[in-house]
Nanobody, 122 residues
Framework: VQLQASGGGLVQAGTSLRLSCAAS????????MGWFRQAPGKEREFVATVSWRGDATHYADSVKGRFTISRDNAKNTVYLQMNILKPEDTAVYYCAAGVQATVEPAVGMDYWGKGTLVTVSS
C-alpha cells in the first residue's frame, strides 16, 4: 500500500483545513487508517484513527471536538477535517494504514505516507 497525503498549508489560527490521504491498492477497505503528526523538535504523536468500515473512530485528547477523521472506501481516501486550528497544531501530518492495526489504541500501523506540512500562525 502506498499512501500520499495532501492538503497541508499555511493558515491562521481559528480557521479550518482538510487533509486527504490517497491510498493505492485494492484492499484499502481492509485497513484501519490513521493520522499522526510530528511537530518540530518533538516525537511523532497520534491524532486520529478510523475503522475499516468508518463506524469507529478514536481521537487524541488535544484534537477531540475540533478534528474529524473519515474515509471513502470507494475513493481509497481518508480525510482529516481540522477546525479551530491552533498554533500548537503546527506539524507534519502523516497518514498510516494497518491490516492488524487497532482503532483504540492506535497501534499496529504497517504503512506510512510521506506527510504534509500544516503551519498555523497566531
Amino acid at each position: 500500500v502506498q499512501l500520499q497525503a495532501s492538503g497541508g498549508g499555511l493558515v491562521q489560527a481559528g480557521t479550518s483545513l482538510r487533509l486527504s490521504c490517497a491510498a493505492s491498492g485494492r484492499t484499502f477497505s481492509s485497513y484501519v487508517m490513521g493520522w499522526f503528526r510530528q511537530a518540530p523538535g518533538k516525537e511523532r504523536e497520534f491524532v486520529a484513527t478510523v475503522s475499516w468500515r468508518g463506524d469507529a473512530t478514536h481521537y487524541a485528547d488535544s484534537v477531540k471536538g475540533r478534528f474529524t477523521i473519515s474515509r471513502d472506501n470507494a475513493k481509497n481516501t481518508v480525510y482529516l477535517q481540522m477546525n479551530i486550528l491552533k498554533p500548537e497544531d503546527t506539524a507534519v501530518y502523516y497518514c498510516a494504514a494497518g491490516v492488524q492495526a487497532t482503532v483504540e489504541p492506535a497501534v499496529g500501523m504497517d504503512y506510512w505516507g510521506k506527510g504534509t506540512l500544516v503551519t498555523v500562525s497566531s
